[in-house]
């Protein structure tokens, strides 16, 4: 009796022992945050990470061989051209200097004819110079140059083109632009010039900004259409009367080193908008503005970004899509480094209910957020009207989204928000290697509504929502606080 006590004792006081080793083992696991990671999501992170559908931006994954041409050869080049030009010594390049068509470009003349004139004479040329030369401003009101032009053409923009101030005096034929490149093919943009919008008659005409005034739309600053093969490289676009730089119903367009500079108050003015766009490369670009940093809209394919530096503004955003029960298609978008801070949201997918179509293959990968309001959103319940939405049985799909290796500091608790539609779930969404914080270091959290996925490595906040998956009623659409003021006509492409 004794001895049989005491070894039931002994046996107890061991399963105790051997339950509290368990209990500290799993909770060391829980905290390096690999509770979750088994082979079955090791593959299935691999698969879905590398997945390629179809031809459709076969290599998004794919940076290498992106730097192969330097526009830097072009520069050398240009400089040689500027120099032998001011020496009148000829050379391979035919400078067609806009102040040799008289334009003043003394910030008050209309400088608009003599801009057009200098582009027919540019565009009838091989290897033409469009010159804008620097030092100077000239004034510019709405302006088409239009191609197809002879080959090689650079537009070189040194000095500042500025928009006319007064809404009231806008060429009414061309409401929604300002200065249109269209047709082209094979062109380069460059300089370090300024293109500056005067916007700020135009931001206090926005319905946003004063309620009493009807909702329309404004001019974009710079806008691509219908080109292939255009290259942008180092300009400042600032104060756009709405979006700052549209690339729309284009093929093969690279941007980089395109810096955007707007207040956070000004309305509407995404810094770089892709519409019914394929192949779009953005890089090394610095945008603070008062809308989105980088929109990608309908019909958009292969676009890549990388090396961005957004804020203040409204983050990096897929969307709008499937407004007004409208068909869209966006697929293989990759974002690799970025730095967002002190904006609205860090990387954000936005869809209306009862859209239809598809967002898929999406990564954003090595982010960091600096005092950003919600570092990664997918709002399905997106409702930009001031009528309230309700919820449909359709939606524009969303699946295979990564989110990989984003850091730093939320401003609100709720840092990660997957919010999809009960109709139309999301689905193989995965989120690793994320820490996100609140700025004094407390915890934040992750909300989902019908988001199906898994988290993989280290990911904070916990992921929990998105393996267990709520559906119905896990989110409340109706009071995110996110652009509740915005109008309707925010993403109104040409
Ligand atoms: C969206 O893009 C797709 C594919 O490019 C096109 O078929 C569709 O009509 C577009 N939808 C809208 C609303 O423009
Ligand atoms: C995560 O992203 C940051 C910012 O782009 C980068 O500096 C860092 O090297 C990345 N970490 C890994 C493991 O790739
Ligand atoms: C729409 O659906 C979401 C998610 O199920 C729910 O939270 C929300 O209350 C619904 N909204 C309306 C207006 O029914």
Known sequence: MELGGTRTRGSRTMLFLVLVLMMIMAAAKAASGEGDVGDHDHEQFLKLWTERDG????????????????????????????SSAAKCRPTGRNVVNVDSFGAAGDGCSDDTEAFLDAWKKACSLNNAVFLV??????????????????????????????????????????????????????????????????????????????????????????????????????????????????????????????????????????????????????????????????????????????????????????????????????????????????????????????????VRNVRFANVVVDDVDHPIVIDQFYCDSRNPCHNQTSNVKVSNVMYRNITGTSRRAEAIRLACSDAVPCVDIVLSDINLLREDGAEVEMVCNCAMGFDYGRVRPAADCLRTSPCGGGVSPDVHPDDEDDDKIRHTEL
């Open 55 to 82: 031809d459709i931006g076969k290599d998004y994954l794919n940076w290498d061989g992106d730097e192969e041409e330097e526009d830097g050869d072009d520069d050398e080049e240009l400089e040689q051209v500027m």
């Open 133 to 358: 030369p620097g030092g100077r401003r000239y004034k510019v009101g709405a302006a088409r140059f239009i191609g197809p032009c002879k080959n090689r053409m650079i537009i070189q923009i040194q000095g500042t083109i500025v928009a006319p101030e007064e809404p009231s005096e806008w060429d009414p034929k061309s409401p929604r632009l300002w200065l249109l490149f269209s047709g082209l093919s094979g062109v380069r943009i460059q300089g370090g010039g300024v293109i500056d919008g005067s916007g700020s008659k135009w931001w206090a005409n926005s319905c946003k900004i004063d309620r009493s005034k009807p909702c329309k739309g404004a001019p974009t600053a710079l806008t691509i259409d219908s080109c292939r093969g255009v290259r942008i490289h180092n300009l400042h676009l600032q104060n756009a009367q709405q979006m700052h730089l549209t690339v729309s119903r284009s093929r093969d367009i690279r941007l980089a080193g395109i810096h955007v500079d707007s207040p956070e108050d000004s309305p509407n003015t995404d810094g770089i908008h892709v519409a019914d766009s394929t192949a779009v490369t953005i890089l090394s670009s610095r945008i603070s503005t008062g809308d989105d940093c980088i929109s990608i809209s309908n019909g958009s394919f292969a676009v890549k970004m990388k090396g961005i530096d957004c804020g203040p503004g409204h983050g990096i955003s897929i969307g709008s899509l499937g407004q007004g029960g409208t068909f869209a298609a966006v697929e293989a978008v990759s974002l690799d480094g970025a730095w967002i801070h002190g904006a609205m949201n860090g990387v954000r997918i936005k869809t209306w209910q009862g859209g239809a179509g598809y």
